[in-house]
């Protein structure tokens, strides 16, 4: 990628998102979309998107996989990990935990600090689409509370009362995406079908094994058109450079239905950079 001011960076919003604080890393214009789809289908030839796609409690985002399945021509480029951190944020017109009558925030995030809210004796939650969301719905009402990021309680005006308040630690993993195939990097990612007979799924993975290649992640998703068949997702060490890699991509290929590369990429860390393309 040669984009070192890319036209838009499109994230999973609404602003104050989680996302949002990722695509912030990035140069250019950030425009925030309702939906992981919304993502894909916004990104042109001068874009990129920021969208999640596997979290550490949570498992694989489903859309997310379905949306690298179904764009044959947008790529990963880079993944960022990034720590998320929960705060309990209240409106202005709360001065102590006693007075909050109303907790918002996304159904993941009530879960992941049920105990320590109940400690506090912190029960009356409302599940929302985002944490994002809950800020925003926070500082409209008064003796309200949400569970969300420092980065969002500051957007909306919050006063934060305690942070890291999850019960686990939990990180995320965001990729960015693009409509450019990367080779470099120290991962690849590839997507495939394979014929629905005994070792089809044997014969693929045998491929990287005998070429010295590491599997990192394997995860298997419903195809939307076949019912019972499915595509599976797969991360291994390497490059599309390398040539154990390619030795082996060419073997699978003759043990696949279909086979989309989705590029190698490697990791950017979670600070302030410029998008370097």
């Given at each position: 990628m040669n984009n070192n001011d890319p036209d838009g960076i499109y994230y999973?919003?609404?602003?104050?998102?989680f996302s949002n604080e990722v695509a912030d890393i990035f140069q250019g214009e950030k425009i925030p979309k309702k939906s992981i789809t919304e993502v894909f289908n916004s990104i042109n030839e001068n874009s990129i998107g920021v969208v999640p796609i596997e979290n550490s409690i949570e498992g694989p985002v489903h859309e997310t996989l379905d949306n690298l399945f179904k764009n044959e021509n947008i790529y990963v480029n880079y993944e960022i990990e990034k720590e998320i951190k929960l705060v309990l944020a209240v409106n202005p017109s709360v001065n102590s935990v006693d007075e909050i009558e109303v907790i918002y925030s996304h159904p993941h995030a009530i879960n992941e600090a049920r105990e320590s809210l109940s400690k506090l004796n912190l029960t009356n939650f409302v599940p929302v689409e985002s944490t994002s969301t809950a800020a925003l719905y926070a500082s409209r009402q008064k003796y309200s509370a949400a569970l969300c990021s420092e980065y969002a309680a500051k957007l909306y005006g919050l006063k934060i009362l305690y942070r890291d308040i999850s019960d686990s630690i939990n990180i995320t993993r965001f990729i960015v995406i693009s409509r450019k195939m990367t080779l470099d990097g120290n991962k690849t990612m590839i997507m495939f079908t394979i014929p629905h007979k005994p070792g089809s799924l044997y014969k693929v993975l045998e491929k990287f094994y005998r070429?010295?290649?590491?599997?990192?992640?394997?995860?298997?998703r419903p195809l939307k058109s076949i019912p019972w068949q499915y595509y599976f997702y797969l991360e291994f060490e390497g490059s599309l450079k390398d040539e154990n890699v390619k030795q082996a991509l060419e073997e699978v290929r003759n043990e696949v239905n279909i086979l989309r590369i989705k590029g190698s990429f490697s990791k950017l860390q979670y600070q302030a950079l410029s998008f370097q393309g």
């Amino acid at each position: 990628m040669n984009n070192n001011d890319p036209d838009g960076i499109y994230y999973l919003g609404p602003v104050g998102s989680f996302s949002n604080e990722v695509a912030d890393i990035f140069q250019g214009e950030k425009i925030p979309k309702k939906s992981i789809t919304e993502v894909f289908n916004s990104i042109n030839e001068n874009s990129i998107g920021v969208v999640p796609i596997e979290n550490s409690i949570e498992g694989p985002v489903h859309e997310t996989l379905d949306n690298l399945f179904k764009n044959e021509n947008i790529y990963v480029n880079y993944e960022i990990e990034k720590e998320i951190k929960l705060v309990l944020a209240v409106n202005p017109s709360v001065n102590s935990v006693d007075e909050i009558e109303v907790i918002y925030s996304h159904p993941h995030a009530i879960n992941e600090a049920r105990e320590s809210l109940s400690k506090l004796n912190l029960t009356n939650f409302v599940p929302v689409e985002s944490t994002s969301t809950a800020a925003l719905y926070a500082s409209r009402q008064k003796y309200s509370a949400a569970l969300c990021s420092e980065y969002a309680a500051k957007l909306y005006g919050l006063k934060i009362l305690y942070r890291d308040i999850s019960d686990s630690i939990n990180i995320t993993r965001f990729i960015v995406i693009s409509r450019k195939m990367t080779l470099d990097g120290n991962k690849t990612m590839i997507m495939f079908t394979i014929p629905h007979k005994p070792g089809s799924l044997y014969k693929v993975l045998e491929k990287f094994y005998r070429n010295n290649i590491n599997l990192t992640m394997i995860y298997s998703r419903p195809l939307k058109s076949i019912p019972w068949q499915y595509y599976f997702y797969l991360e291994f060490e390497g490059s599309l450079k390398d040539e154990n890699v390619k030795q082996a991509l060419e073997e699978v290929r003759n043990e696949v239905n279909i086979l989309r590369i989705k590029g190698s990429f490697s990791k950017l860390q979670y600070q302030a950079l410029s998008f370097q393309g």
